[in-house]
């Protein structure tokens, strides 16, 4: 959906733009980075939101209604609102592609622009690139222990409002779901809808098998039955298996059943054997139920029977970690044609930033092929055979390589304000996704205690943080 959300913003964005102005400092060129922090078990992220953020770029502009609006704040000059009237983005945006496994503190997405631009256009891409990330994020990990295609996102009635139903199912799929109950969605973005029917169908009918029949009668070639309004094993899965017998002497071939409910491990195991002795042995047993990744590793540890899982609630609204908290630092201002790096302080040592404009490159070992390490660099700094890695805290560590190659991860997405990058399809952008998280190994990607993957940071940027930190040139 294009729509203009360019007054969704911080009152504060607005005041500091009014604020710049004022000051004569608003055409100053700066750099800001979006990145995320770990947070518990969070080591890793899966980039999503770039169609919506770029649709955002390119339709910012302050309509007649927006200006008196900021008029009638009395808070803005004259001076601010004519040149809200004539503003868009003229700036450079790089961003690592949609589907890129990233890391904590490395930037997602770099904004160099005229201050008063890269300023205001903070809260709307951290907005967006927040939300998809983090459910993309969540889905990845479901599906990467449920088993690739074995999960469809069902969670829209759970989701807070429209549009966190909508891009949170367009962001599902770039994590590694193969469907969608969200109609709006499937329209939107070319996803498969997916779905049967619900219990108040089978409540609807006199009687279950009754229930089942008819559903039958209009869906014979699809016909996936949910068998758990009454009793599963008594009553559920035997008029099921009747209903599949009929259709199977019709010449149809019945999808299977859903179980919503109970214990998922010992209903799917039973339910296995029983579709299996009436002979319906690639009948599909599809689960339910607040899911999770954790309750899906669990299940497949008690050898449950289930080959596909429908998740709504806990893969919607990421239940258990409901923010991804991206945060967007300015790192430098650009004075005739200087750069001068800005770096935020704290006392909390992971709320320290990178300062300078940057880039990243992900090394890969060249035996294997697969990833080693993340490099967190300065822009034009000059990496050369062979490359020493060394971790910020501990520089005492290190790694050299001879034998790797090397991929720089921001990509130009916007050159002087136009648009230079070939928006993928999320058909593309899921399965970049599912090729990028094959390049590392299981353990930087189990739940519980990963490894974690390596982001260093380059002499040049070690030696520029180090300088800033006591007190040189800030």
Not at 82 to 90: E, L
Not at 258 to 274: E, I, N, Q, W
Not at 386 to 400: A, C, D, G, I, Y
Request: glycine share 8%.
């Amino acid at each position: 959906m294009s729509r203009n959300l360019t007054l969704l913003t911080d009152y504060y964005q607005l005041t500091m733009m009014n604020g710049y102005i004022e000051n004569g400092i608003e055409d100053e060129i700066a750099v800001f980075d979006m990145f995320f922090r770990q947070k518990g078990q969070l080591t890793y992220a899966i980039a999503a939101g770039h169609q919506q953020a770029i649709e955002y770029i390119q339709n910012l502009h302050f309509t007649d209604e927006d200006i008196e609006y900021l008029r009638s704040c009395k808070v803005f000059s004259e001076k601010f609102l004519d040149y809200c009237r004539n503003f868009k983005f003229t700036g450079d945006i790089y961003a690592v592609r949609e589907g890129e496994p990233v890391f904590p503190m490395e930037p997602i997405l770099t904004v160099r622009a005229p201050l008063i631009q890269a300023q205001f256009v903070e809260t709307a891409l951290l907005n967006i690139i927040n939300h998809q990330t983090l459910i993309a994020t969540k889905s990845s990990r479901m599906n990467m222990v449920a088993g690739e295609g074995k999960i469809v996102e069902f969670g829209l009635r759970r989701a807070q409002g429209p549009d966190a139903g909508i891009y949170g199912s367009r962001a599902s799929i770039i994590g590694g779901c193969n469907g969608t109950s969200n109609v709006l969605a499937a329209q939107m973005f070319g996803i498969k809808a997916k779905g049967t029917h619900s219990h108040s169908w089978v409540l609807s009918f006199p009687s279950e098998l009754e229930a089942f029949e008819a559903f039958a009668r209009v869906y014979p070639d699809s016909c996936l039955l949910l068998v758990d309004t009454y009793d599963t094993l008594k009553s559920g899965i035997p008029n099921a298996i009747k209903v599949f017998k009929k259709l199977r002497a019709e010449g149809h071939k019945p999808v299977g059943i859903r179980l919503d409910s109970g214990d998922l491990a010992y209903l799917s195991k039973k339910a296995r054997v029983m579709l299996d002795e009436a002979g319906f042995t690639d009948a599909v047993i599809f689960g339910g139920n607040d899911i999770d990744e954790y309750l899906i590793n669990s299940l497949n540890a008690q050898g449950a029977k289930i080959d596909c899982y429908g998740i709504g609630t806990k893969l919607i609204t990421s239940e258990d970690m409901p923010s991804l908290g991206g945060v967007y630092k300015l790192a430098a201002i650009e004075k005739d044609g200087k750069i001068i790096p800005r770096i935020k302080i704290s006392n909390s040592i992971e709320k320290i930033t990178n300062p300078g404009f940057k880039t990243v490159y992900r090394i890969f070992d060249k035996k294997t092929g697969m990833a080693f390490a993340d490099l967190i660099a300065l822009r034009g700094e000059e990496i050369g055979k062979p490359l020493t890695l060394t971790h910020e805290t501990e520089r005492w560590k290190s790694t050299t390589l001879d034998d790797y190659d090397i991929r720089e991860l921001l990509v130009p997405i916007f050159k002087d304000g136009k648009l230079v990058y070939d928006i993928p399809t999320l058909e593309e952008s899921a399965a970049y996704c599912k090729k990028q998280l094959g390049l590392f190994w299981d353990e930087y990607k189990r739940l519980v205690n990963p490894h974690v993957h390596k982001v260093d940071l380059s002499d040049g940027l070690y030696a520029l943080k180090q300088s800033l930190l006591h007190g040189e040139n800030r």
